[in-house]
C-alpha cells in the first residue's frame, strides 16, 4: 500500500491535532480517514509521512506508535477488503470509513461476532506477532511482508482477496507456485495492480525455481503454524501429494562460483575505475574481507571496529542468521586494505540502500565485474533446458560472491590435518589443534589476500606495516 500515509495540514509546530490519514492506490484512489487519535505536534517529529520511526530514533511517544501501527493496520485490513469485494476506483469514501470502523471495533459490526479472518487477515498477523514475539528477525520480516505482497497481489488479480485460510486449498496453493513464477506475465494484462507497486520491484522476468520455493517455504510454515495452533485440520501443502511437494520446495545450487586471487587483485588495483563504479568496488571489496552475509554487512558501523593488544584491528558482530541459537560474536580481522575503505566510508555506503533491483547492489556488482573483465566461463544448471550452462562470470555475480571468495581464498591456506592420516574426520583434538586466535588469523588472512601484515593504535592510525 504505497500511499498510505499521515495527512497533516496545520502549519503550527507546538499544540496537539487529532490525527488524520490519506490512502493513496495508483491513479483513481485517494482516500482519507479521520481517526480519534490526539497527537502532540512535538512527538510527530520522530515519525515519517508514513508512520514509521525515522532513522536512529531511541526516545519516543510509544502509546502514539502504538496507537498509529494499529489504526494503519485496520485501514490497510479495511482496504483490501473492499478491493476484493469490488473495483478500487469505485470505493466510496463512506464505504472506506465503514470498512475501517469494522476493524478497529468488530463488536460494533452488526451487534454480532465477527466473521473468520481472511487469508491476508491471518497472515500479516501471523507476521506482525512473528516480529514481536522474536521469531524472526527484521531480514526475516522483510522477506516475508515480500511473499504477503505477492500474495495480495494474487488474491486481487483472482478475485479471491476474501478467501479464509481454510479457503486456500491444494489447487489454489498450486496456482500460487506458478503465479510466483509468471508474475511477470500479468503485469501488462493487470495495470491497475501494479500502478502502486515501486518501479524495481515490479517483476519483468521469470523468478526462478529456488525463489519461489524459498517464498513457499515461508507460507508453508505459516500454515503449519496454523495446524498446531487448531484453527487448520490440514496445510494445504500436506494435500498436494508427496511427490509434487518435494518438487515445489526443492531448492538446487550449483558449485559455488568464486574469484581466484588474481580476479581479486585485478578488481582492487584497476586504476581507470569510473567514478559510478567507484562505491561499488569499495563496498564489494571491503564484504570480501570479511565474508560475511550482506544482511550482516549492512549493519556493520564503526563502532563495530576494534583493536587488540596487539594492534590488530578487527570488526564484531553477531550474526542475524543464527542469533536464536548462537549470540556470540563473530570477530574478523581488518586486512591491510579494508582499513583504507573503513577510513574513507566508515561503512556508510548508500548503495546498500537497494541490493537487489535493476540498479541495486547486486546489478552495480555484475556491472563492476564486467567492466574489470572477470569473464571466465562458469557453469550452472538451467532449471529450463535441464542441462548446464557456460556463462561469463560477471553474469552471475552478486553480494554472495564476497561470502564465497573469502572463504575459498581462506581454506586454500590451511592445511587439511585430516588427509595426513592423524585423525579420523570430524575429530574433536583436530578442532583443538586449530583453535586459532585472532592474531594467527589476521597473518593467515593476509597471507591469502596478499596483503601486509600491520599494527595501528587506538584510532586506527598505522604505527607498524609489513612486520608483526
Known amino acids: 500500500m504505497k500511499g498510505l500515509s499521515i495527512f497533516i495540514r496545520t502549519t503550527k509546530k507546538t499544540g496537539s491535532i487529532k490525527l488524520r490519514f490519506r490512502l493513496r492506490d495508483g491513479r483513481n484512489v485517494d482516500l482519507y480517514h479521520k481517526s480519534n487519535i490526539r497527537a502532540d505536534l512535538k512527538d510527530l517529529t520522530v515519525f515519517t509521512p508514513e508512520g514509521d520511526l525515522r532513522p536512529r530514533v531511541s526516545v519516543y511517544n510509544r502509546e502514539l506508535k502504538t496507537l498509529i501501527d494499529t489504526e494503519r493496520l485496520a485501514i490497510e485490513r479495511g482496504y483490501l477488503n473492499l478491493c476484493g469485494k469490488k473495483d478500487k476506483a469505485t470505493i466510496t469514501q463512506e464505504e472506506f470509513e465503514k470498512a475501517i470502523e469494522c476493524e478497529l471495533y468488530p463488536e460494533r459490526n452488526n451487534n454480532s461476532v465477527r466473521q473468520e479472518s481472511t487469508l491476508l487477515e491471518r497472515f500479516l498477523q501471523y507476521i506482525d506477532d512473528g516480529v514481536r514475539d522474536g521469531l524472526f528477525q527484521k531480514a526475516r520480516f522483510r522477506h516475508y511482508k515480500v511473499v504477503y505482497r505477492i500474495l495480495q497481489r494474487f488474491l486481487l488479480i483472482n478475485r479471491m482477496s476474501s478467501i479464509t485460510t481454510r479457503q486456500f486449498t491444494a489447487d489454489v496453493l498450486i496456482d500460487f507456485r506458478r503465479f510466483i513464477i509468471e508474475e511477470y506475465l500479468y503485469v501488462a494484462k493487470y495495470p491497475s495492480v501494479y500502478d ?56 538446487q545450487y550449483d558449485e559455488p562460483v568464486c574469484l581466484t586471487l588474481e580476479e581479486f587483485e585485478r578488481i582492487l588495483e584497476k586504476d581507470d575505475m569510473p567514478q559510478a563504479l567507484q562505491e561499488t568496488r569499495d563496498c564489494f571489496l571491503l564484504q570480501c574481507a570479511f565474508g560475511c552475509r550482506i544482511s550482516d554487512f549492512m549493519r556493520l558501523s564503526m563502532k563495530k571496529v576494534d583493536v587488540n593488544e ?159
Open 196 to 251: 502502486s507497486v515501486e518501479t524495481r520491484k515490479i517483476p519483468d522476468a521469470k523468478r526462478s525455481q529456488n525463489t519461489a520455493a524459498t517464498k513457499l517455504k515461508m507460507i508453508h510454515t505459516f500454515f503449519n503454524d496454523m495446524v498446531e495452533r487448531g484453527e487448520l485440520d490440514k496445510s494445504p501443502f500436506d494435500l498436494v501429494g508427496k511427490q509434487r511437494k518435494r518438487v515445489m520446495m526443492r531448492e
Open 310 to 468: 596487539d594492534g590488530i584491528p578487527y570488526i564484531h558482530y553477531v550474526a542475524l542468521k543464527t542469533v536464536k541459537n548462537d549470540h556470540e560474536e563473530k570477530s574478523t580481522p581488518i586486512m591491510r586494505y579494508a582499513l583504507d575503505i573503513i577510513k574513507k566510508w566508515e561503512f556508510r555506503f548508500p548503495i546498500l540502500k537497494y541490493v537487489s533491483g535493476k540498479s541495486g547492489y547486486n546489478a552495480k556488482i555484475k556491472q563492476l565485474l564486467k567492466y574489470c573483465g572477470i569473464d571466465r566461463l562458469v557453469t550452472y544448471f538451467d532449471p529450463e533446458t535441464n542441462d548446464n550452462k557456460r556463462v561469463p562470470l560477471y553474469e552471475v555475480g552478486s553480494s554472495k560472491l564476497c561470502r564465497k571468495t573469502f572463504v575459498d581464498l581462506i581454506n586454500k591456506m590451511q592445511i587439511n590435518m585430516y588427509l595426513g592420516g592423524l585423525h579420523k574426520e570430524g575429530s574433536d583434538a583436530v578442532k583443538r589443534y586449530t583453535n586459532i586466535g585472532l592474531k594467527e588469523r589476521f597473518i593467515l588472512y593476509s597471507v591469502a589476500f596478499n596483503q601486509p601484515v600491520y599494527t595501528v593504535d587506538k584510532e586506527l592510525n598505522i604505527i607498524k606495516e609489513g612486520e608483526m
